[in-house]
């Protein structure tokens, strides 16, 4: 468990370093979360499987409060989605996200005492929020009192919202917080800026007052140092569930919103393409007059800021991950260049602490496409960069859908799917077999083209394997949408499914033939019968998203036809444990080289 701590201080003379281990966190594979107060001098951690609040000062033990024992709420939130830990300025106080006691388990258990958050009655179904949150149903927001050992469940948030991503007003009487719409059911979250939300106020008497509009998606508040700003994300609800936001700014003394980054439709190239992703969990400078953030543009990340960043070139995509007294940590890579820390402050001098990779002799291409809404960054990716050492050149394809490349792009994917991004990639795979031998550079093989891809990279890969039956020599796919007229029973994120054929949503859709119809059309089980490169399908037990049973559709109906087809188990939808994907990786590899004759 020994980690290493590093320290940065800016004087005159510029930045210093300091190092040394961290070995008081005595287990990792305890989930937990951690956060400094302001001053630097007190660090809390949550254990969340123990149920425990430690706070240390100097690397000293503080305090531990057991969560467990003082019974108040379930399990903390340690998710990207709803958790937090937010120290108030005062540094007595924390704020976090944990499962609400249920009534249910309540009325029951007044008797006996019962596990925190845990119903009595097993049989009761509870929502949850999808893939990724499957035990997270009733958010709750909570205070622990540092010094008094206490910990208050905070009430008057309205009933028809579940709270997440909280932080304390400048005065600590009150805290920020956004409010997900839970009726009339829930819908899956991870991965979705397109979730009916608003960004709330709330006081420690239980006063709460609605900041933003409430007809749209809400994310990432973040406090101006002086408390006056609130910047945070807004999006549309429903659609495409990633797509490009816009930062908003609450003045909290005038009470005005502004626009500070509208949403950008068609980028020009070179120019800022839009906002994608969650703030940073600081990302202020200390003048609370700048905002920093790192952005899709096009195929890389950057830092965005009103001054400019040396030596930006050098690494290719930038992922701001914080800034505190105006010092930027950033996490910098290349596609053959292993990821480091970059510390610099207000654009100059910098620190980095920190392999690269020659590509030999290519032996086949392997196509990678991606998304949707979701992107390929040209950042240090392991898989690509051991494919590349083995001999593959890698080929991965954002098409448009992707995000990075404007709103246009993202929303022109809905009802096309399955044959614009189909083609899409393939041009992509062509021209760079074209590119290649125009420059006479003949390394790649055109009858050695193999593809691969998850979810609905997975949908296109198998795609591409029935529309272009001679030109892919072997699939290997990882929980693949196979056929969305089944998918749609079963997925967490029900609107998506409509949406991707272009069919508007509503919470009280039925199923029609018509709809079903379109849904089966575009799905890569009707080329089914065409298919001819071998596959090899990794198929995960608990994907709320994409069910595995989607891939046992594609492997009777191959297994059928006598088409060679193999199945594995794959571990979950969106990144599993490390051994799994380890297996996976390797499978994937002997299922390639096999196919190629490249043993
Ligand atoms: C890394 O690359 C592999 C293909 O080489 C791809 O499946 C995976 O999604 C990539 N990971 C990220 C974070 O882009």
């Known amino acids: 468990g020994a980690r290493l701590h590093y320290v940065f201080n800016k004087d005159a003379r510029g930045l210093s370093l300091s190092c040394h281990f961290q070995s008081f966190l005595p287990s990792c594979s305890n989930r937990f979360l951690s956060s400094y107060s302001l001053s630097g001098d007190l660090k809390a951690v949550v254990r969340v499987t123990s149920g425990q609040v430690v706070v240390w000062s100097d690397r000293c033990l503080k305090k531990i409060l057991d969560l467990s024992a003082l019974n108040k709420h379930g399990r903390v939130y340690e998710d990207a989605q709803f958790g937090c830990l937010a120290w108030s300025t005062c540094e007595s106080r924390l704020l976090y996200v944990a499962e609400g006691k249920r009534s249910i388990g309540e009325s029951y258990a007044s008797a006996s005492s019962p596990s925190a958050g845990e119903p009595r009655d097993k049989s009761v179904y509870w929502e949850d929020w999808g893939e990724g949150l499957t035990s997270k149903s009733v958010p709750v927001l909570c205070v622990a009192d540092v010094a008094k ?196 402050y207000c654009g100059h001098s910098y620190i980095a602490l920190g392999i690269e990779v020659t590509p030999i002799q290519r032996a086949g291409l392997c196509s990678f496409p991606g998304g949707p809404h979701s992107q390929f960054f040209a950042e240090w990716n392991v898989t690509t960069a051991v494919l590349v050492k083995l001999g ?112 508007q949503y509503s919470y009280d859709q039925l199923p029609t033939p018509e709809a079903l119809t379109t849904m089966l059309q575009k799905s890569p089980i009707t080329y089914a019968p065409q298919i001819k490169a071998p596959v090899l399908l990794m198929l995960g037990g608990k994907d709320r998203r994409v069910s595995p049973y989607q891939g046992l559709e594609l492997y009777r109906s191959l297994k059928s036809r006598g088409s060679p087809v193999a199945f594995v188990c794959g571990g979950r939808h969106s990144l599993a444990r490390v051994d799994t994907q380890a297996d996976c990786f390797l499978n994937v590899v002997l299922w390639f080289q096999q196919h190629l004759y490249l043993h």
């Open 149 to 344: 050992g206490t910990v208050t469940v905070l009430q008057g948030v309205p009933s028809h919202v579940s709270p997440g991503q909280g932080l304390w007003a400048h005065d600590g009487e009150s805290v920020f917080f956004v409010g997900w719409w839970h009726e009339p059911f829930r819908l899956g979250l991870r991965f979705c800026s397109n979730r009916r939300s608003a960004l709330f106020c709330l006081d420690l008497e239980g006063n709460c007052e609605c900041l933003s509009g409430d007809t749209s998606s809400v994310s990432s508040p973040r406090l101006s140092p002086d408390g006056r700003y609130l910047v945070y994300l807004e999006g549309q609800v429903f659609g495409p569930h990633s797509q490009c936001l816009s930062m908003q700014q609450y003045d909290l003394e005038t009470r005005k919103i502004s626009v500070l980054v509208d949403v950008v439709n068609r980028p020009k190239k070179d120019e800022f393409a839009g906002l994608y992703e969650a703030l940073p969990p600081r990302c202020w400078a200390s003048d609370s007059q700048r905002v920093v953030f790192s952005s899709a543009r096009r195929n890389w990340r950057q830092t965005v800021q009103s001054f400019s960043l040396h030596s930006a070139e050098k690494f290719g995509s930038w992922k701001l991950l914080t800034i505190q007294n105006d010092l930027m940590v950033v996490h910098c890579s290349h596609l053959n260049e292993a990821p480091r820390l970059v510390i610099q």
């Open 392 to 503: 593959f050149a890698v080929l991965m394809v954002n098409y448009r859908g992707s995000t990075g490349f404007g709103q246009d792009s993202i929303l022109s994917l809905a009802g096309n799917i399955g044959s614009q991004d189909v083609k899409d990639v393939q041009r992509a795979v062509l021209t760079a077999l074209a590119d290649q031998t125009a420059e006479k550079l003949l390394t790649l093989d055109p009858d050695k083209v193999v593809v691969m891809g998850g979810s609905h990279g997975g949908f296109l890969a198998c795609h591409l394997i029935g529309q272009f039956p001679d030109f892919y020599k072997a699939c290997a796919v990882r929980n693949p949408v196979i056929n969305a007229a089944t998918l749609l029973g079963t997925s967490d994120i029900v609107d998506w499914r409509y949406s991707s054929v272009g069919l």
